[in-house]
């Protein structure tokens, strides 16, 4: 099966250049999600926590119209600017409010800030 390219109008595309996503045989690949808003476009205010769960809901939105859901999540990348969570506190509360019956492997990277005001980013590879 070819892979191929996903979108949904029910959740914010990075950009022209970026997919939502990647559909490939039975498994779904998450591109960097951030917290913004459908109806802007926009980030939303309220800082790291508001953008944390915005990313979250924005990847679940993805995930479920694609025929997937938070449960089928096996490896999931979130990536935070440096400092913005340092004992990682806001993220893991944030994380198990959607991770209810599996905990997917993971990855957490700290990185310099992104563009923009963008203080957090996911990714993750799914099961459909």
């Known amino acids: 099966m070819e892979p191929q390219v996903f979108h949904t109008p029910n959740a914010p595309r990075p ?5 939502q996503a990647v559909i490939a045989g039975e498994f779904i690949f998450v591109s ?3 917290g913004a808003d459908l109806s802007t476009g926009k980030l ?5 926590e508001a953008q944390v769960t915005r990313a979250f809901e924005n990847l679940k939105t993805i995930l479920e ?3 997937s859901s938070m449960d089928k999540v096996v490896k999931i990348t979130t990536f935070m600017v440096a400092g913005s969570d340092p004992d990682f506190s ?3 509360r944030v994380y198990a ?5 599996i905990t ?4 957490a990277p700290q990185v ?8 957090f980013s996911v990714e993750c590879i799914a099961v459909i």
Do not use: C, H, Q, W
């Open 15 to 19: 950009n022209a250049f970026v997919p």
């Open 32 to 34: 960097g999600t951030v």
């Open 44 to 48: 939303i205010e309220g800082g790291y």
């Open 65 to 67: 119209d694609a025929g």
């Open 90 to 92: 806001i993220t893991n």
């Open 97 to 101: 409010s959607f991770f209810k019956k």
């Open 104 to 107: 997917p492997a993971r990855s």
């Open 112 to 119: 310099m800030p992104f563009p923009g005001g963008i203080l």
